[in-house]
């Protein structure tokens, strides 16, 4: 008898490793599977999020780009880049500060959204990275200025990076 017991718990034990292999193998592929989908919902979250930040984009810097335009692209209509010279006279009106301000804020805040992988990089270089790349090119003096004036060299980091980078490019 006890030999018969120890045949059947010997084929019973196999059987629960044969069992608990298969649902391991299956536990692998749904694994897998949802390692996939949760890629995929990424990918469409950054999309979503890059559709977003250009609607932003277009509502907020359209004022901006107004005061901006108007008191800057009349020094640039030969391709010269602002001076520091010129960048201090500007400043000295408040308006203008304010705009180069938000503006340099705004650009910054999407070039850290871009180079931490928050938002489709090619959707957002492809809608911006002209833009990006001149405006950077444009307003360096500000910068360079704001850094000097509050002693802290991360202002507008991100998007100099970004600029500079896609400059390269």
Not at 100 to 126: C, E, P, Q, R, S
Not at 132 to 148: A, C, E, G, M, Q
């Amino acid at each position: 008898m006890d030999f018969y017991f120890n045949i059947v718990m010997s084929l019973t034990a196999f059987l629960g490793l044969c069992v608990a292999l298969f649902q391991l193998c299956s536990l692998k592929k749904q694994v897998s599977l949802m390692a996939k989908q949760m890629e995929s919902q990424n990918e469409w979250q950054k999309m979503k999020a890059s559709f977003e930040l250009l609607q932003q984009s277009s509502l907020e810097l359209n004022e901006i780009k107004k005061v901006l335009n108007k008191e800057f692209d009349f020094l640039l209509q030969d391709g010269s880049i602002i001076d520091e010279n010129q960048m201090k006279a500007a400043l000295e009106r408040n308006h203008i500060r304010v705009a180069l301000h938000n503006f340099i804020g705004f650009m910054d805040h999407t070039a850290m959204m871009v180079l931490y992988g928050y938002v489709n990089t090619l959707l957002i270089k492809d809608s911006l990275g002209a833009y990006i790349v001149s405006s950077y090119s444009k307003f360096k003096s500000y910068l360079y200025i704001r850094r000097k004036e509050t002693k802290n060299n991360d202002i507008g980091n991100h998007f100099e990076q970004l600029a500079m980078k896609w400059e390269k490019c």
